[in-house]
Nanobody, 126 residues
């Protein structure tokens, strides 16, 4: 069964950085686009970044563009989200998700994703 496990969350001060990891089970990771979502208390889950299965294409929401960077290493079955210049408004549970897609496609909608991790908490506070 294809599973995703996130790690790397924690408590960080404003302006700090974290790197989230999303490790997938199985050799089919390379066929899946990966998206990162987050959900703050009382808010809807929002998509913040995604990367195509080939790694060629990426995109970011306006709220994180220029501060967060998505990447992947298909040899390690792992995707990453580098979080820089964190703000209190970035506090949320962060989820990675996988979508079986063509190599350069970027799935935008939550319902395009087939598998989800359990989430990792990111708290930005002084």
């Amino acid at each position: 069964q294809f599973q995703l496990v996130e790690s790397g969350g924690g408590l960080v001060q404003p302006g700090g950085s974290l790197r989230l990891s999303c490790v997938a089970s199985g050799p089919i990771f390379k066929y899946y686009a990966i998206g990162w979502f987050r959900q703050a208390p009382g808010k809807e889950r929002e998509g913040i970044s995604c990367i195509s299965s080939s790694g060629t294409n990426t995109n970011y929401s306006d709220s994180v563009a220029g501060r967060f960077t998505i990447s992947r290493d298909n040899a390690k079955n792992t995707a990453y989200l580098q979080l820089n210049n964190l703000k209190p408004g970035d506090t949320a549970v962060y989820y990675c998700a996988a979508s079986l897609t063509d190599s350069d496609y970027l799935p935008q909608r939550r319902d395009e994703y087939d598998y989800w991790g359990q989430g990792t908490q990111v708290t930005v506070s002084s």
